[in-house]
């Protein structure tokens, strides 16, 4: 009995010394080895573009243009899938976690250096690490795993899936049976303590599933009655009881869920001052919560008034949800910003929505703004905050992938990116003195120049524009237009131009080659003079019109020449030099 009592101390003694290790493990492997840190978010916003906000050491927060239906962020990158199903992704590649495979995706999901989706065809394809993400040639605490070579995070089995997510070093999916499977690391690697620490977050329990949520080192699963269980972690981590979920996101180390009557949980297994990021807006906490044995486990609740349609994935210490009203709000800790979506933000849904850009330019700054056009009161929210007057003089977004673009006066093009967030310069024009812009629906650009007339810039092979452009029109007289736009058809192309009393509007007939104006007498009785021109989706046309105090627009219908439409919005940012308006007919609703 005496051997027997020292070999289990000795086994005590080990495996406490293993805890301490693979606690310490588990920090150092996202902090000190890699620094790998999910603090970004990401939303496709109402006109399917996409938008991203906090952390942008790799790039991650800069998506690409184009139009999307799903959006998922890892450590240092992120991934989307475009409305033609394939993927795109950016960020942090050293481990090729940004370098997509040319297949088409229903589902992706970003974990911290690797990702997974369920192809076209149901089945699983994964890319990026494979390993335990760590180096042992840099760290010394990392010797004891130079043996461990991979982990299968990324080797998904064979089989059709309804959906999968990525977590840490181990994933997720939902077979196309409602079982689940897992594959990649256990809790306690390497493989000798398999079981030995809790319920492994790569063991998942017996049963049938509607979703799963891969976490750094758990997962979390909603079975078809709605009731949710989580595994992994130590076993610590668990939702409350007696609550019916529609969704729980992956992401970090704290946990969300979505519940069915739109309400949102938020747990965490520590002391609720240790973890200010589960209180959510308008919520009330339990510690600990009823009926679970943990006694150090918390939970967050919203009031009945405070609803959401989604929550995006969580990150480190923070995390975001939409709200009924497509609003977008986050909570939590946020040093680089995360928990500040850009202004007037409304995330993309099943109900028909659009935005208005914006270009402010005055003598001492340059702003962009959108317009939410579908909310009740119509508002101006600044995206862009540059610190210096960029000279925009035209802006027009290009009808095939919704990128919005911009010029100055002195001839440079500019790609406004991220949500009107910033901008970077791809080139010069080859025209100074750029007034207006205006895409044509095969994809081609179009502006004017005063002193140059009217020009084109075509497009190449990779749907880059090939600058610099060249003149189709010719003039050098005296005639000033403010801005241009095309019909929706691109056979008329539409030009303001301000008179001493009253404006007029020409229409260029492209096949015919000539030039008319139109609605004279309207045009000759407007008060004030036009600044900005755009073409809605109903072919009608949108004014802004110039104002001291506010900004003021109107809506012309070109073919009864009736002003349809007449306001103004209460905004210092009211000298406006350029308008765009998206095609938000492109893709599908986001679920």
């Given at each position: 009995?005496?051997?027997?009592?020292?070999?289990?101390?000795?086994?005590?003694?080990?495996?406490f010394?293993?805890l301490?290790?693979?606690?310490?493990?588990?920090?150092i492997a996202?902090c000190?080895?890699?620094?790998?840190?999910r603090?970004?978010?990401?939303v496709?916003?109402a006109?399917?573009s996409?938008?991203?906000?906090?952390l942008?050491?790799?790039?991650?927060?800069?998506p690409p243009?184009?139009?999307?239906?799903?959006?998922?962020?890892?450590?240092?990158?992120?991934c989307?899938?475009?409305?033609?199903?394939?993927?795109?992704?950016w960020?942090?590649?050293?481990?090729?976690?940004?370098t997509?495979p040319s297949?088409?995706?229903l589902q992706?999901?970003?974990?911290?250096?690797h990702n997974c989706g369920?192809k076209?065809d149901k089945?699983l394809a994964?890319?990026?690490?494979n390993?335990?993400?760590?180096?042992p040639?840099k760290?010394p605490?990392?010797?004891?795993?130079?043996h461990v070579?991979?982990?299968?995070?990324?080797?998904?089995?064979?089989?059709t899936?309804?959906?999968?997510?990525a977590?840490?070093?181990?994933?997720?999916?939902?077979?196309?049976?409602?079982t689940?499977?897992?594959?990649?690391?256990?809790?306690s690697?390497?493989?000798i303590?398999?079981?030995?620490?809790?319920?492994?977050?790569?063991?998942?329990?017996?049963g049938e599933?509607?979703?799963?949520?891969?976490?750094?080192n758990?997962s979390?699963?909603?079975?078809?009655d709605?009731?949710?269980?989580?595994?992994?972690?130590f076993?610590?981590?668990?939702?409350?009881?007696?609550?019916?979920?529609?969704?729980?996101?992956?992401g970090?180390r704290m946990r969300c869920?979505?519940?069915t009557?739109?309400?949102?949980?938020?747990?965490?297994?520590q002391?609720?001052p240790?973890?200010?990021?589960?209180?959510?807006p308008?919520?009330?906490?339990?510690?600990?919560?009823?009926?679970?044995k943990k006694?150090n486990?918390?939970?967050?609740t919203?009031?009945p008034s405070?609803?959401?349609?989604?929550?995006?994935?969580?990150g480190?210490?923070?995390?975001?949800g939409?709200?009924?009203?497509?609003?977008?709000v986050?909570?939590?800790?946020?040093p680089e910003?995360?928990?500040?979506?850009?202004?007037?933000?409304?995330?993309k849904?099943s109900?028909?929505?659009?935005?208005?850009?914006?270009?402010h330019?005055?003598?001492?700054?340059?702003?962009?703004?959108?317009?939410?056009?579908?909310t009740?009161s119509?508002?101006?929210h600044?995206?862009?905050?540059?610190?210096?007057?960029h000279?925009i003089d035209a802006?027009?977004?290009?009808?095939f992938?919704?990128?919005l673009?911009?010029?100055?006066?002195?001839?440079?093009?500019?790609?406004?990116?991220?949500?009107a967030q910033v901008?970077?310069?791809?080139?010069?024009?080859g025209?100074?003195?750029?007034?207006?812009?205006s895409?044509h629906?095969?994809?081609?650009?179009?502006?004017?120049?005063q002193?140059?007339?009217?020009?084109?810039?075509?497009?190449?092979?990779?749907?880059e524009l090939?600058?610099?452009?060249?003149?189709?029109?010719?003039y050098t007289g005296d005639?000033?237009?403010e801005?241009v736009?095309?019909?929706?058809?691109g056979?008329?192309?539409?030009?303001?131009?301000n008179?001493?009393?009253?404006s007029?509007?020409?229409?260029?007939?492209?096949?015919?080659?000539?030039?008319?104006?139109?609605?004279?007498e309207?045009m000759g009785?407007?008060?004030?003079?036009v600044?900005?021109?755009?073409?809605l989706?109903?072919n009608?046309?949108?004014?802004?019109?110039?104002?001291?105090?506010?900004?003021?627009?109107?809506?012309i219908?070109?073919q009864?020449?009736?002003m349809?439409?007449?306001?103004?919005?209460a905004?210092?940012?009211?000298?406006?030099?350029?308008?765009?308006?998206?095609?938000?007919?492109h893709?599908?609703?986001?679920k």
């Amino acid at each position: 009995m005496k051997n027997v009592g020292l070999r289990f101390s000795g086994l005590t003694l080990l495996t406490f010394n293993l805890l301490i290790f693979y606690s310490f493990m588990g920090s150092i492997a996202t902090c000190s080895a890699v620094q790998i840190r999910r603090d970004h978010s990401c939303v496709i916003q109402a006109d399917n573009s996409l938008v991203c906000w906090g952390l942008n050491k790799e790039g991650q927060a800069m998506p690409p243009s184009g139009t999307f239906l799903q959006v998922t962020v890892g450590g240092h990158h992120s991934c989307a899938i475009r409305t033609d199903k394939t993927v795109a992704c950016w960020g942090l590649n050293e481990e090729d976690q940004a370098t997509p495979p040319s297949a088409t995706f229903l589902q992706i999901s970003a974990g911290l250096l690797h990702n997974c989706g369920v192809k076209t065809d149901k089945t699983l394809a994964c890319w990026g690490s494979n390993d335990p993400y760590w180096h042992p040639e840099k760290d010394p605490y990392l010797n004891e795993w130079k043996h461990v070579k991979t982990l299968g995070q990324a080797e998904p089995p064979s089989g059709t899936f309804l959906q999968v997510s990525a977590g840490g070093r181990h994933s997720c999916g939902v077979r196309t049976n409602h079982t689940v499977s897992c594959w990649g690391s256990h809790l306690s690697d390497p493989p000798i303590l398999k079981g030995k620490l809790g319920h492994s977050q790569s063991i998942p329990p017996s049963g049938e599933f509607s979703q799963v949520s891969a976490n750094m080192n758990s997962s979390c699963g909603i079975r078809l009655d709605q009731a949710a269980e989580c595994w992994g972690g130590f076993g610590g981590l668990q939702p409350p009881i007696d609550t019916f979920y529609s969704q729980i996101p992956g992401g970090g180390r704290m946990r969300c869920g979505l519940k069915t009557d739109h309400t949102v949980v938020c747990f965490w297994s520590q002391d609720l001052p240790k973890s200010e990021a589960v209180r959510v807006p308008n919520s009330t906490c339990r510690c600990p919560i009823p009926g679970l044995k943990k006694a150090n486990q918390c939970a967050c609740t919203t009031s009945p008034s405070h609803t959401f349609s989604k929550l995006l994935e969580t990150g480190r210490g923070h995390a975001c949800g939409v709200r009924t009203n497509n609003t977008v709000v986050c909570w939590g800790y946020d040093p680089e910003g995360q928990t500040f979506p850009p202004r007037g933000l409304i995330a993309k849904s099943s109900e028909p929505a659009c935005l208005l850009y914006g270009v402010h330019n005055n003598e001492k700054e340059t702003q962009f703004f959108i317009i939410n056009i579908n909310t009740g009161s119509l508002d101006v929210h600044v995206r862009s905050r540059l610190d210096e007057n960029h000279n925009i003089d035209a802006l027009d977004i290009d009808p095939f992938n919704n990128q919005l673009y911009a010029a100055s006066v002195e001839g440079s093009l500019y790609k406004v990116r991220n949500g009107a967030q910033v901008i970077t310069e791809i080139g010069k024009m080859g025209f100074a003195n750029i007034e207006a812009l205006s895409f044509h629906s095969d994809g081609s650009l179009w502006g004017w120049a005063q002193g140059t007339g009217l020009f084109q810039v075509d497009k190449g092979e990779n749907n880059e524009l090939k600058l610099p452009g060249k003149v189709i029109i010719p003039y050098t007289g005296d005639i000033k237009l403010e801005d241009v736009t095309w019909n929706r058809e691109g056979t008329i192309l539409y030009a303001v131009e301000n008179l001493e009393q009253g404006s007029r509007l020409w229409a260029y007939d492209k096949s015919r080659n000539e030039v008319n104006f139109v609605c004279p007498e309207l045009m000759g009785s407007l008060k004030t003079k036009v600044n900005a021109l755009e073409t809605l989706q109903n072919n009608t046309l949108a004014f802004v019109f110039e104002e001291k105090k506010n900004l003021a627009y109107g809506v012309i219908n070109v073919q009864t020449c009736e002003m349809t439409t007449r306001g103004e919005i209460a905004t210092v940012y009211n000298q406006v030099k350029g308008i765009a308006w998206p095609d938000c007919r492109h893709g599908d609703a986001v679920k």
